[in-house]
């Protein structure tokens, strides 16, 4: 099946702008979701389809998709945004794929 | 209020099995494709397995493959995962998630809305 490839760890000032990103083959034909994970906490949907919010995600969360890399934005970092972020799709197989998770810091 | 709501896990030895269910409530269970989604501790996410909302088709991890069956009760609401030949690295929080698809412009794309709290499974001796 084909791999998503996240960074590690990111960090961001309080209030600066950082994305996140997610590169693998299957996003040349998929569109990524985002999920984060706060540490004991189930994940949350935050970004899916072309750049769209679940109800009740702020709007300074955003994605976007070029080639085999999707994004996401996070515009005016807050401290709750810290945590554990996700990228998703599926293969040509119909398996299910994730990245391997960026740790976002606040700083 | 759409929710999921496993059950099942607990401490199981090496080469043992144990049943996952989840309990599906506030959506038309019958209508969804449903996931199961673990966790090893301290691991990022690992998609488990796939069952269509009829259950006509499925998907698993290459990791499961043989050893994991996912099936569902459309009557009942629920979604089960039957574990058997447990091993260590089968230790995780297992999550059920509802899977939705979608398309826009040229591409398709799928996402998990909704997901349950999860499970614990504990494999040692």
């Known amino acids: 099946s084909s791999e998503l490839t996240q960074d590690p760890a990111v960090s961001v000032a309080l209030g600066q702008t950082v994305r996140i990103t997610c590169q693998g083959d299957?996003?040349?034909?998929?569109?990524a979701s985002w999920y984060q994970q706060k540490p004991g906490q189930a994940p949350v949907l935050v970004i899916y389809?072309?750049?769209n919010r679940p109800s009740g995600i702020p709007d300074r969360f955003s994605g976007s998709s070029s080639g085999n890399t999707a994004s996401l934005t996070i515009t005016g970092a807050q401290a709750e945004d810290e945590a554990d972020y996700y990228c998703?799709?599926?293969?040509?197989?119909?398996?299910?794929?994730f990245g391997g998770g960026t740790k976002l810091t606040v700083l | 209020e759409v929710q999921l709501v496993e059950s099942g896990g607990g401490l199981v030895q090496p080469g043992g099995s144990l049943r996952l269910s989840c309990a599906a409530s506030?959506?038309?269970?019958?209508?969804?494709?449903m996931n199961w989604v673990r966790q090893a501790p301290g691991k990022g996410l690992e998609w488990v397995s796939y069952?269509?909302?009829?259950?006509?088709?499925?998907y698993y991890a290459d990791s499961v493959k043989g050893r994991f069956t996912i099936s569902r009760d459309n009557a009942k609401n629920s979604l089960y995962l039957q574990m058997n030949s447990l091993r260590a690295e089968d230790t995780a929080v297992y999550y059920c998630?509802?899977?939705?698809?979608?398309?826009?412009?040229?591409?398709?794309?799928?996402?998990?809305?909704?997901w349950g709290k999860g499970t614990t499974v504990t494999v040692s001796s």
């Open positions: 389809g072309k750049n």
């Open positions: 069952i269509s909302s009829s259950g006509s088709t499925i």
């Open positions: 998703n799709s599926r293969d040509s197989s119909g398996s299910v794929v």
């Open positions: 998630a509802r899977d939705r698809l979608g398309v826009a412009d040229r591409y398709y794309y799928y996402y998990m809305d909704v």
């Open positions: 299957s996003l040349r034909s998929y569109y």
């Open positions: 506030g959506f038309t269970f019958s209508s969804y494709e």
